[in-house]
């Protein structure tokens, strides 16, 4: 089986490719496979399991380089054991989205749970460590239902825990200021659609991004709505988003409840929501733990080592 891979950006060869063409080679030696680089073109060819599963490595770090000057050998390392695990428990667990013929796939069981959860019920809550997935699959599959026409519109809302919600201390118009808060759901996104689209979209307000603390008064009828860091978030706060889940709409809660920038006094709302809400029909509560982490290595290992005592920890 041959594959041939278009170069996106011709100008970024050089940082796709690595020195001396290391980063192939490393492709090459991981999936025992054929792979050579000419005319802006990168050539796949072998075992067709193997094959597809270089194809993924590729394409992965060509999204990669949207976002970052180079590729790194630790990146290339994760690129090839996300390929190598990619399709061992998905069993057809596919989000399409925007970008060309990228799908999304859970990585463990636990991601799995998580995605059948969102697409059977209206209203999802997602508990678990940093690196588990929880906001980009989130955002996988309100792309996957803007995509399919089933919603018109995606709100991302995040506590500004921060900057006290009082976003007027920070400098520019309102998508600067909450720009920082929501960096890691555009970046989630920057994998799922090309820029322009993204820049398209949010211009038309098909896909909104916005504070926590904006999102009172308002009903959101056809929409995608996810709450990330939802851990940052006041008993008040959660009553308030939750009620704004409207007629043929998906509502996704994410939040790691072992973390809270919140002050000792205030008990986590996005806690007490899921323990009242779990076992109401059309509600799914998944719970992903250190085993589902999908990040370098070295992650999961860091959150065990905390985990340990995570009292003294502020």
Do not use: W
Request: include cysteine.
């Amino acid at each position: 089986m041959e594959i041939t891979i278009p170069i996106e950006d011709p100008s970024r060869r050089a940082a796709l490719y690595g020195t001396a063409d290391r980063n192939l080679r490393l492709i090459r030696a991981a999936f025992d496979v054929r792979i050579s680089a000419r005319d802006n073109q990168v050539r796949v060819s072998g075992e067709h399991e193997a094959v597809q599963r270089a194809v993924r490595v590729v394409e992965n770090l060509q999204r990669c380089l949207r976002s970052r000057p180079d590729i790194t050998d630790e990146l290339v390392d994760e690129a090839i054991r996300n390929a190598s695990t990619v399709d061992d428990t998905s069993d057809g667990f596919a989000v399409d989205v925007f970008l060309g013929k990228t799908t999304i796939k859970p990585r463990t069981e636990g991601q799995k749970q998580y995605l059948r959860g969102m697409l059977e019920n209206d209203l999802t809550f997602c508990l678990g460590p940093a690196g588990t997935g929880k906001t980009y699959l989130a955002v996988a599959v309100a792309v996957s239902l803007l995509k399919a026409g089933k919603i018109k519109r995606i709100v991302l809302a995040r506590p500004a825990v921060e900057a006290g919600e009082k976003l007027g201390y920070l400098p520019g118009d309102l998508e600067a200021k909450v720009s920082p808060y929501l960096r890691p759901l555009f970046d989630a996104m920057n994998d799922m659609m090309a820029y322009e689209q993204l820049r398209r979209f949010m211009q038309s307000d098909v896909i909104e991004v916005v504070p926590l603390a904006f999102m009172r008064g308002r009903t959101l009828n056809n929409a995608a709505i996810i709450l990330d860091e939802a851990q940052n978030a006041t008993a008040g706060q959660m009553l308030m988003f939750l009620t704004r889940l409207g007629h043929h709409s998906k509502m996704v809660i994410t939040g790691d409840d072992s973390q809270s920038d919140l002050d000792a006094n205030l008990p986590s709302g996005f806690i007490d929501a899921s323990k009242r809400l779990e076992g109401v029909e059309g509600v799914a509560t998944v719970r992903l733990s250190r085993s589902d982490i999908v990040r370098h290595p070295l992650v999961q290992r860091i959150v065990e080592a905390y985990g340990r005592d995570t009292n003294n920890v502020r």
